[in-house]
T-cell receptor, first 113, second 119 residues
Framework: DTAVSQTPKYLVTQMGNDKSIKCEQN?????MYWYKQDSKKFLKIMFS???????INETVPNRFSPKSPDKAHLNLHINSLELGDSAVYFC????????????FGPGTRLTVL | AQTVTQSQPEMSVQEAETVTLSCTYD???????LFWYKQPPSRQMILVIR??????QNATENRFSVNFQKAAKSFSLKISDSQLGDAAMYFC????????????????FGKGTKLSVKP
């Protein structure tokens, strides 16, 4: 069973379009995250959700809107896509505990043309 | 704000040899966690090893071990008996032990070190 899954794994779209990336975790974790990995492989937090409440928004443009219909899902919706949005987007989840290890999804490679 | 620095963009090691990847971090916190993640070409992020700041003993996971120097804010990864499958990007990451409203904080990553393994 896949612990953290993302769909789609690849997404190619035109500038100006609106797209969504879905994330689901079957680990029963309380907290989910979205990270962006740019073309230089740098990973940076975008959002964090704890029990469906946003707790971190690291200066992400408001064209990006996370939506959490329930504890197991955290979707990322992006409006008016720009060339600079091309990146790999990772979803992750974790549970309170000593390490709070984050489990990552396989990533979604978004290409904006 | 916390920062993580990996000063080696690329490293190379001969198969069966040992290699050490460097990581330094900056924080004013006394309690935190440190991690090394591996990202092979498949791009899946895989946790290699983790260390709690309050533990003096260095973490070890099979061929992987760390040298944690809290005073120096250094957290290097040693890979022994390197294998071809070890070739990947390696990311050092920091996480505060203090979350928000009881939840966990996000990971702060270094820029990564690309490790090549020569047969």
């Amino acid at each position: 069973d896949t612990a953290v899954s993302q769909t789609p794994k690849y997404l190619v779209t035109q500038m100006g379009n609106d797209k969504s990336i879905k994330c689901e975790q079957n680990l029963g974790h309380d907290t989910m995250y979205w990270y962006k990995q740019d073309s230089k492989k740098f990973l940076k937090i975008m959002f964090s959700y704890n029990n469906k409440e946003l707790i971190i928004n690291e200066t992400v443009p408001n064209r990006f809107s996370p939506k959490s219909p329930d504890k197991a899902h955290l979707n990322l919706h992006i409006n008016s896509l720009e060339l600079g949005d091309s990146a790999v987007y990772f979803c992750a989840s974790s549970q309170p505990g000593s390490y709070n290890e984050q489990f990552f999804g396989p990533g979604t490679r978004l290409t904006v043309l | 704000a916390q920062t993580v620095t990996q000063s080696q963009p690329e490293m190379s090691v001969q198969e069966a040899e040992t290699v050490t990847l460097s990581c330094t971090y900056d924080t004013s916190e006394s309690d935190y966690y440190l991690f090394w993640y591996k990202q092979p070409p498949s791009r899946q992020m895989i946790l290699v090893i983790r260390q709690e700041a309050y533990k003096q003993q260095n973490a070890t996971e099979n061929r992987f071990s760390v040298n944690f120097q809290k005073a120096a804010k250094s957290f290097s990864l040693k890979i022994s008996d390197s294998q071809l499958g070890d070739a990947a990007m390696y990311f050092c990451a920091y996480r505060s032990a203090v979350g928000y409203g009881g939840s966990q904080g996000n990971l702060i990553f270094g820029k990564g070190t690309k490790l090549s393994v020569k047969p």
